[in-house]
């Protein structure tokens, strides 16, 4: 735990409209959107802080914020129009708004990764109150998005296990990044509570509405289930595509290591849904003996050998090879089909 450990802050998941770059012409338009989108955030984010107080030191940001996502573009033409270099202006611009506010921030795009040049992969990043990067979690599930897990071998060659689930020790607590939909899947959030995180940075951009979805139910369940708090931010809609802007809005929200829904916001543009992270709080209950103590009381042993002996979608179907987007949807109805034979579904 780190020396200068907080026990106490205010985190907000920052709903704000995605502008899509899709029918920019070409990388320097696309450059010159983002930058009017971390214009109009930080201004944000200044007034937001002014609004909730000088301890907000946790800012998250919804899913692809900065360009929107692929529609109709190819594998090569979107990691050349809208993907982010590691080392890019866009994340130093992202920084010096970390800098100034001594907060960290939060959010999702794509990525490339020079170690896999015909690729690019949906990242989560978190950038300290230096401005640096300390976290990148790369979507490993995802339907028509590369991913670690289709080049597998030469991914864990690169970065190794701790680098396909990282977590950010910091003095705001273990931070971790869940992708959008992977809310729904509770492996990837029980490998990041297995190292150590108490905190789920939750990007994502998905339908909203008055009933309680699938994935309002996974918000609460991997809290409850990993003793963490989930910080789940939504998109006020994506503007300047065809879909209707409003399809994807609203419902950002924290949930406490309970399951109870801390705070919430309803659609548009809104700084709503901020509420205490109470560290001290959390880790007694972590290390209280109990029946709810439901981290401590996990028998791993009991389900390894199942997931080592089952095998559904397949592992390194990208690699070394050039891949268009059809590949995604076929390598899915060859699993179906390959469980069917098996009995399985």
């Keep these: 735990m780190p020396a200068n450990s907080i026990d106490s802050y205010r985190a907000l998941a920052l709903q704000i409209t995605c502008h899509a770059v899709n029918q920019a012409s070409d990388r320097a338009e696309v450059f010159s959107l983002i930058q009017k989108t971390i214009t109009r955030l930080a201004k944000q984010i200044a007034a937001s802080i002014a609004f909730i107080g000088s301890d907000c030191r946790l800012i998250v940001l919804p899913e692809y914020f900065l360009t929107g996502f692929p529609l109709g573009e190819s594998i090569p033409e979107w990691a050349q129009k809208a993907c982010l270099e590691m080392a890019g202006a866009e994340y130093e611009l992202l920084g010096q708004i970390a800098q100034k506010h001594r907060i960290f921030l939060a959010g999702n795009a794509y990525e490339l990764d020079p170690n896999f040049p015909q690729l690019y992969f949906q990242t989560c990043f978190i950038i300290d109150p230096s401005g640096s990067v300390v976290l990148r979690y790369r979507r490993l599930n995802s339907m028509f998005a590369p991913t670690p897990h289709d080049v597998w071998d030469q991914y864990l060659d690169c970065y190794g296990l701790e680098g396909v689930f990282p977590v950010a020790k910091t003095e705001i607590g273990n931070l971790a990044a869940i992708a959008s939909e992977e809310i729904l899947y509770p492996e990837v959030a029980r490998c990041l509570a297995m190292r150590g995180a108490e905190i789920f940075l939750h990007s994502t951009s998905e339908i909203y509405g008055k009933g309680r979805s699938p ?53 548009g543009e809104s700084m709503a849904a901020f509420a205490e992270i109470d560290l001290a709080a959390l880790r007694r209950y972590r290390r209280r003996p109990g029946l709810n103590n439901l981290l401590s009381r996990q028998r791993f042993e009991l389900y390894a050998a199942s997931y080592n002996q089952s095998h559904f979608y397949p592992a390194n179907t990208m690699q070394d090879k050039n891949i268009d987007r059809k590949h995604f949807l076929e390598t899915q109805q060859k699993a179906i089909a390959r469980l069917t034979d098996l009995g399985i579904i």
């Design 215 to 267: 994935k309002d139910a996974a918000k609460i369940s991997r809290a409850v289930e990993n003793i963490a708090y989930v910080v789940s931010t939504n998109t006020a809609g994506i503007n300047k595509i065809s879909i209707p802007i409003a399809s994807a809005d609203g419902g950002s929200q924290i949930v406490d290591y309970r399951g109870l829904v801390l705070a919430e916001t309803s659609t």
